[in-house]
């Protein structure tokens, strides 16, 4: 579990035993075509009953936004504990503090063996999400090492392999300081992503590293300079 610690900019560090987040209708609803989660982190409610972190890092609440900042230089990945079906639609707000970082988010994702993943014992170290023992969608965005050099694009993978199935420049999200609307729609085998509603990606996952990826868990990961944090808001999922 990541370690949490007090640190001036952020308020109400969650812990192990005592975690609180805003959250507006974390419920799970119908599920045909309907919003089957939903948070703009202006409630209150356990983060435990509703996400699973993995790496070292602090997870906290910075004004009415949800703020995740590494550690260590392994990464810190937070997961919606709720299953996701095959088709489905995620949107979120997305910003950083600063360019030196990268933000990257799953879709579709499960064991090797097609078991739960929230039992893995992982650490936040990226090849245990693109070699290791998980197959799920990888989309990147705000590509930047811990030095600030970019490294411009956006790139969706499949695993686990670590395939690139699409690539799109320039950077879609290049800016500190600056919210963006994230859409991504999974339809079948065609993924999909929007940024501030421009279509960045239109991709058909063909088989060629094995089959197209169905239901599974989706989630978040921020790396970099541990000066670098990724913020989340106004999450919405839907089935398609």
């Not at 709720?82 to 994702?109: H, K, T, W, Y």
């Not at 998980?134 to 993978?157: A, K, M, Q, T, V």
Request: with cysteine.
């Amino acid at each position: 579990m990541g370690k949490t610690s007090t640190r001036p900019g952020f308020s109400n560090w969650l812990t192990a035993v005592s975690l609180l987040l805003l959250v507006a209708g974390c419920s799970s609803l119908e599920r045909n075509g309907q919003v089957l989660f939903a948070t703009d982190f202006s409630g209150t409610d356990d983060l435990a009953s509703t996400w699973h972190w993995e790496g070292r890092g602090r997870i906290g609440l910075d004004h009415g936004r949800l703020a995740l900042q590494e550690e260590n230089g392994d990464g810190l990945v937070l997961w919606l504990r709720q299953d996701v079906p095959a088709d489905m639609r995620l949107q979120f707000d997305l910003s950083f503090s600063n360019n030196r970082g990268i933000g990257v988010f799953f879709v579709a994702a499960k064991g090797t063996n097609g078991e739960d993943i929230l039992t893995g014992g992982r650490d936040g170290k990226y090849n245990l999400y693109t070699k290791g023992r998980i197959n799920c969608y990888g989309i990147s965005l705000h590509r930047y090492f811990p030095d600030g050099r970019h490294n411009p694009g956006s790139n969706i993978r499949k695993n686990s392999g670590f395939h690139r199935g699409s690539h799109a420049e320039p950077d879609p999200v290049p800016e500190a300081n600056r919210t963006y609307r994230i859409k991504m729609e999974k339809r079948g085998n065609r993924l999909r992503l929007w940024v501030d509603g421009n279509l960045v990606h239109d991709w058909i996952d063909d088989g060629t590293h094995g089959k197209p990826l169905a239901d599974g868990k989706i989630g978040f990961r921020i790396r970099g300079d541990r000066s670098c944090i990724m913020y989340l808001d106004n999450i919405v999922v839907s089935s398609l």
